[in-house]
Every structure is written in structure tokens, then in C-alpha cells.
């Protein structure tokens, strides 16, 4: 009888002859690498990527970046992996995903070289994206004349009036939608994952709510700077996510207040829209500052060093928004307003220009495979195996 080992090889070079000629370097290696662990299979109660995998005897270019879209990142298979490097079959599922995750945002992005840009250059583009609207803003101020014109009682229309800022901001928005969607789609179509039960979509929207694969697979957490187990990542996901969506939700109520019930800002700070604010905002600080924090020491060998200027890019423009956005609030009614107002929009205004092609992307095509993922189980692919 073979060894494990045995079969592993033979399985490495199964899938190496097996890969279409077109597929790029990284997605080979994902090929690889799933062939491998599909011999082994001792990760396969870890996450959703392992029991996905044994439902494919190949993988092609679209199996290979759905399972990649899949992965969360946790390092735990890493960890537990017998041929793992300096092993010479070099299986490293986390490095190998998040390689071809990037290739997943960057061939799916609309207008495709935007996506290449961000690709290449993360960090830059975020930060004077981020800088160059801030100064601009800045530059407004100053050529109208309020820059210190002393306090205008949090009135923050006084320096920019309410429909030059929603004719901007939502013009920015919708284009930011709009990528985002066109990329996603494509991806969705390439996937062919066929109808969505309802019990499919509210299972995929509850792995997604609960970030219920950055506990490892076994609820202990995701290894970081080595093989011990930690919550930390899925937590400081936790306050990042909820604080971005408790910050859309102040927006959105201060929306309605305007429009349908004609109240017009500033509102006061027990109002529910600054309630809402100032909780995402303290949500954003907290989150990704522990993220970064994260990132800075995690183990080498997890992710691919290559995106971390385009991840720590994203982590810095997050705390660039909420960071202003409490120093705006706690100083709107100081002379200080006009400045701290003009960084925190062109803060905001970069976050959601760059938003389709940068780290943000991955949450969204994550749910995307998600749902896929759902699906499937409810209707696994016939493999011809056994008289199937």
C-alpha cells in the first residue's frame, strides 16, 4: 500500500500536468496545493475552503478563485500542515490564497486599470489620494475666506453648502457601487453557482454577520505570530465591520432627517445620527487599530507580502476617517472646524474612490463565495466516483 506521502506526490504532479496552460503562476500554485491537501485531507474540519475542496477532483481558473475567496486567512491549516514549509512539497494554503485573491480583485476590477494601479501601489494611492482631497478642501476653505473666521456654531454647511457636498459624495458613492457591483457580477457569472434558496442566502449572510471562519474551524481563534490560538482578529474584524456599518447608518438617518422630515444639522449630540457617528467612529479607531497591530507581527510565512501595502493603505485610510471624524465632532463648534472638516471629507471622499479596488473588495467577494459555497452544499456537483 502507498504512503501518504506517496499519494501526495502523485497528486502534486497530477495536478501540475492538469492545470490549463493560460492559468498564471499563482493560480498553478493554488492547483497544486489543492491537490495535495485533497490527498491528505487532515484540515478538512478547519474551514469552509477544506470540505468546498473535496467536492472538485480538479480545479480550474474559476474553482480556484472561488476556494481562494473562500479562505479567510486564519493561518490555522498552516500551522497544522505536515508539508508546510521547509518541507519540499511547500504547501502554504494562506500565502498561496491570498496571492490569487489579489488577481480576483484586480481581473474582476471595472475600470481594469484602476484595479492594476491599486494593485501595484496601495499604500500611495490611498495616502495621497487621501492628502491630495484633503488639501483641495483645504484650498476651498481658504479661498472663501472662512478658514479662521472664527465659530460658526458646528454649521457645517456654513463652509460647504448641503448640495455641493451630496452632489459629490454621491456621485463618488455611486461610482464606487457601481465598480464594485460590475466586478462582483462578473465574478458571480464566471462562479455559475446556480439559485439561491433562502435558506442558502440567510446561512451565507450569517457566516458573514458572525465572521464565523476566523475562529480556525474550531472556535479557539486564528494562529498570528505562531501555532497559539487567538480571537483577536476575528474581534478587531468585528469593531471594524460593525463600526463601518453603524457610521453608513448615521449617514443614511441624517439623510432622511433631511430630506423627509426637513430637520436640518447640526443635530445635537444625543441625536441619533451623532449617536450612531460617534460609536462607528470609536468602532474605526478601535479596529483597525488593533488590525494593523496584528499585521506588523504576524507570522511571515501567513499572506503574501506583496499586498501589505495595499492592506496597511486601507488601515490607514480608516483611521484617517474616523480619527478626523471625532476631531471634527468634538471640535465643531471651535474656529478649528473649517480645517478638520476639510480633511475628514477628503478623507472620506478617498475611502470610497478607492473603494472597489482595495481591501475593501475582499469582504464583498468573500460574502460572494459565501453564498456560492451555501449554495453548493444544497446541491453538490456529481463527481463520478462509486456509480455516482
Same mark, same amino acid.
Given at each position: ?12 504532479? +497530477?495536478?501540475? &500536468?492538469?492545470?490549463?496552460? /493560460? ?14 491537501? &485533497? ?6 474540519g478547519f474551514c469552509a475552503v477544506f470540505p468546498a ?26 500551522? $497544522? ?5 521547509? !518541507? ?9 490564497? /491570498? ?14 486599470? =484602476? *484595479?492594476?494601479?491599486?494593485?501595484? &501601489? ?29 465659530? +460658526?456654531?458646528?454649521?457645517?454647511? $456654513?463652509?460647504?453648502? !448641503? ?10 458613492? %455611486? ?10 457580477? @462578473? ?11 433562502g435558506g442558502a442566502a440567510a446561512e451565507a449572510a ?18 498570528? @505570530? ?11 474584524? !468585528? ?29 445635537? =449630540? ?21 488590525? =494593523? ?23 490607514? +485610510?480608516? %483611521? ?17 472646524? *473649517? ?18 479596488? *482595495? ?7 468573500? *460574502? ?21
Amino acid at each position: 500500500m502507498q504512503s501518504l506521502e506517496a499519494l501526495t506526490r502523485e497528486a502534486a504532479a +497530477l495536478g501540475a &500536468n492538469q492545470m490549463p496552460a /493560460a492559468s498564471s503562476a499563482d493560480e498553478a500554485e493554488v492547483g497544486r496545493i489543492m491537490q495535495i491537501c &485533497n490527498a491528505c485531507r487532515y484540515c478538512e474540519g478547519f474551514c469552509a475552503v477544506f470540505p468546498a475542496m473535496t467536492h472538485r477532483l480538479t480545479f480550474a481558473k474559476n474553482d480556484i478563485h472561488f476556494l481562494a475567496n473562500l479562505c479567510h486567512n486564519c493561518g490555522a491549516c498552516l500551522h $497544522a500542515c505536515q508539508y508546510a514549509p521547509p !518541507h519540499e512539497f511547500a504547501v502554504n494554503v494562506p500565502q498561496a490564497m /491570498a496571492r490569487v485573491r489579489v488577481e480576483t480583485y484586480t481581473d474582476y476590477a471595472w475600470p481594469a486599470a =484602476l *484595479g492594476a494601479l491599486y494593485k501595484r &501601489n496601495g499604500l500611495t494611492l490611498a495616502l495621497a489620494a487621501a492628502t491630495g482631497l484633503a488639501l483641495f478642501l483645504s484650498l476651498v476653505v481658504l479661498i472663501q475666506g472662512r478658514w479662521a473666521s472664527g465659530p +460658526l456654531a458646528a454649521d457645517f454647511y $456654513a463652509i460647504f453648502p !448641503h448640495d455641493t457636498l451630496a452632489l459629490m459624495f454621491g456621485a463618488v458613492f %455611486l461610482f464606487a457601487v457601481v465598480a464594485l457591483g460590475i466586478g462582483v457580477r @462578473r465574478f458571480w457569472r464566471d462562479q455559475a453557482p446556480g439559485p439561491a434558496s433562502g435558506g442558502a442566502a440567510a446561512e451565507a449572510a450569517h457566516d458573514v454577520l458572525r465572521l464565523k471562519y476566523l475562529d480556525g474551524g474550531h472556535g479557539q481563534g486564528c494562529n498570528e @505570530r505562531d501555532d497559539a490560538f487567538t480571537l483577536a482578529r476575528r474581534r478587531f474584524h !468585528h469593531w471594524t465591520f460593525y463600526g463601518f456599518l453603524s457610521c453608513f447608518a448615521a449617514t443614511c438617518v441624517a439623510t432622511l432627517y433631511h430630506y423627509l422630515f426637513d430637520w436640518q444639522a447640526p443635530y445635537a =449630540l444625543t441625536s441619533l445620527p451623532v449617536v450612531l457617528g460617534t460609536l462607528g467612529g470609536i468602532g474605526l479607531v478601535i479596529g483597525p487599530a488593533g488590525l =494593523l497591530w496584528l499585521n506588523l507581527r504576524r507570522h511571515p510565512l501567513h499572506g503574501d507580502a506583496r499586498q501589505k501595502p495595499m492592506d496597511r493603505g486601507f488601515i490607514a +485610510l480608516l %483611521l484617517l476617517v474616523s480619527i478626523s471624524g471625532l476631531a471634527l465632532l468634538g471640535w465643531r463648534e471651535s474656529a478649528a472646524m *473649517g480645517v478638520l472638516l476639510a480633511i475628514h471629507l477628503g478623507a472620506v471622499m478617498a475611502f470610497f474612490a478607492t473603494l472597489p479596488y *482595495g481591501k475593501f473588495a475582499h469582504g464583498v467577494y468573500r *460574502g460572494a463565495a459565501l453564498l456560492k459555497w451555501s449554495i453548493e452544499k444544497r446541491n453538490p456537483p456529481k463527481l463520478g466516483i462509486g456509480g455516482e
